[in-house]
């Protein structure tokens, strides 16, 4: 398959802005940051952000992501990184995160002098120089007010993909046009992170991508266009501030001459729409049609590829970002690594070899003994404290110290298999599970979630997933554009996934009938604590 020479992926996250190239055979060949908190301190943020005096309201000041591109661009020029070869770029942003272009903005993005660095010619571009971000929690009102003028949360999830969140952007936008009336009025364009990076590249605006746009609260997630009702809701005239979504394999269009101008880019590089970082880690992972992506970090995540969406009142639909026609959902779980290794400390010692032992020994369905383990409040399901039950399921204060090591590890992935088939996922026979995070060095563990989902699991390297994935999607979107190549064949050329464990026979037997006794607790201790 001919490929062109170099393709690159950047990703504005919240703690630093990354930049990828990967070449014609998808391999890394060059790669660097810019750290916000220590290379640019003249901001003054920590971690990336300011938490404002009432610690809900968190934000990232527009132009310091603007500067890190000028830092980022001039680090590769010094490293003689050679900007003619590449073909093709794309990127990526924290989901959720809004910008808010000043009138006339747009004038200015299209006549960028190259003689000078994009922040000082975009300083006065952006009536709101504070971003909201993802961590902002300051719009509980907004949300209710949302849901309530759709007629409910299931409602809302029903035409976005998800009930109303305090970070997602559309209670954001809300919240200035009720706040900061005279800056809402003075903004010409709205922009996701996402395609505030794209519209710096293209010297323009940028449009907001299906993916990305998926997690606002705002878009009609099947019919991939603005929800009027939610729309209405949330502030006047919207609309036109945000502009036509746009599918997100689709180029945008040639680089900004600016570009061509101060670093050598060629005058035929496109730009193919950025979009958000979950998605975009989609694309990293290189997942397929059934695959199943768990993260086990500080938190657990879930990515599922699915085609029929049941949108419900945990979890995320998105539009998929590599097939048009398809989606992804999103799980998260707080009680992840953390409860792990505390019941690693009560159990055995501190030691994971010790655990890992356990796990051999014990058997499959441990019993029957069913444990939900949350030491904080969990997103899903929204419940507190630690609930063990017996092979009667009758509640017991406590399990001996090997059953109580299964019973954390087979309790944390039954519920993620029980919420991700509320989301409409399928096991299908060529499912693989495509495990990343600091839990999925733990061969044991491992052998345990293929065992709850009766299905393989893979090992990714996904370092920058987000951003790699990006650099995957600009080179997708030249080869689909001239010949219809789809994302699956284009990355078939990166690395392999590494298969670690298969399923044990008869593991479904097992786990059919303990996963419906899974749930039927699950919602007995929600019962419990809503009562």
Same mark, same amino acid.
């Given at each position: 398959m001919a490929f062109a020479d170099y393709y690159l992926g950047f990703d504005f996250s919240t703690q630093q802005l990354k930049v990828i190239a990967v070449n014609e055979h998808l391999r890394v060949v060059y790669e660097d940051n810019v750290q916000f908190d220590k290379d640019l301190p003249e901001f003054g943020t920590h971690g990336g952000v300011h938490i404002h005096t009432d610690k809900l309201t968190v934000t990232s000041p527009v132009l310091m992501w603007v500067k890190a591109l000028d830092v980022i661009l001039e680090k590769m020029k010094t490293s003689e990184f050679d900007f003619s070869k590449v073909k093709a770029l794309s990127g990526t942003g924290q989901q959720h995160g809004s910008v808010y272009w000043k009138q006339g903005a747009k004038r200015v993005l299209q006549t960028l002098s190259a003689n000078l660095p994009l922040h000082s010619q975009l300083e006065t571009c952006f009536s709101i120089s504070e971003s909201p971000i993802w961590m902002d929690s300051s719009t509980t009102a907004e949300c209710r007010h949302l849901e309530q003028s759709v007629g409910g949360a299931q409602a809302l999830a029903d035409i976005?993909?998800?009930?109303?969140?305090?970070r997602f952007t559309g209670n954001q936008i809300a919240k200035i046009y009720k706040q900061k009336p005279e800056e809402y009025a003075q903004t010409e364009r709205i922009s996701l992170v996402s395609s505030f990076g794209a519209s710096l590249f293209l010297g323009d605006y940028g449009p907001i991508d299906y993916s990305d746009g998926s997690g606002m609260n705002l878009l009609n997630f099947r019919?991939?266009?603005?929800?009027?009702?939610c729309l209405k809701a949330c502030a006047l005239n919207l609309n036109e501030k945000l502009g036509s979504p746009v599918p997100t394999s689709l180029i945008l269009g040639p680089?900004?001459?600016?570009?061509?101008?101060?670093?050598?880019?060629? #005058? #035929?590089?496109?730009?193919?729409?950025?979009?958000g970082d979950n998605p975009a880690s989609l694309a990293g992972m290189r997942l397929e049609e059934g695959d199943i992506a768990v993260s086990l970090g500080t938190s657990d995540t879930l990515f599922l590829w699915i085609q029929e969406p049941t949108p419900a009142l945990e979890g995320h639909i998105l539009c998929n970002p590599v097939q048009t026609q398809d989606y992804m959902a999103l799980l998260c779980y707080k009680n992840g690594s953390l409860m792990r290794e505390k019941i690693r400390d009560d159990c055995s010692l501190g030691s994971w070899e010790d655990f890992s032992k356990v796990l051999q020994m014990t058997p499959p369905g441990n019993n029957g003994n069913l444990g939900f383990y949350f030491e904080v409040m969990e997103i899903t399901p929204q419940a507190i404290g630690v609930h063990r039950f017996n092979v009667n399921n009758q509640r017991v204060s406590d399990f001996p110290k090997a059953v109580e090591i299964r019973a954390i590890i087979e309790g944390q992935f039954m519920a993620k298999r029980i919420h991700a088939k509320h989301l409409g996922y399928k096991i299908l026979p060529q499912t693989r599970i495509l495990a990343t995070g600091g839990g999925s060095c733990n061969k044991d563990i491992l052998q345990v979630l293929s065992d709850v989902f009766n299905a393989p699991v893979y090992t990714i390297a996904t370092a920058n997933s987000a951003c790699l994935g990006s650099?995957?999607?600009?080179?997708?979107?030249?080869?689909?554009?001239?010949?219809?190549?789809?994302?699956? #064949?284009?990355?078939?050329?990166?690395?392999?996934?590494?298969?670690?464990v298969t399923p044990r026979p008869g593991s479904d037997e097992i786990y059919e009938p303990l996963l419906k006794r899974y749930a039927e607790c699950e919602a007995y201790i929600v019962t419990l604590q809503t009562s």
């Open positions: 976005t993909g998800s009930r109303a969140y305090e019919q991939k266009i603005w929800s009027e009702e680089l900004s001459s600016y570009y061509v101008q101060r670093y050598g880019f060629s #005058d #035929d590089c496109y730009i193919t729409a950025f979009t650099a995957y999607r600009a080179a997708h979107a030249l080869a689909m554009h001239t010949a219809g190549t789809s994302f699956a #064949d284009i990355v078939k050329l990166a690395e392999e996934h590494k298969l670690l």
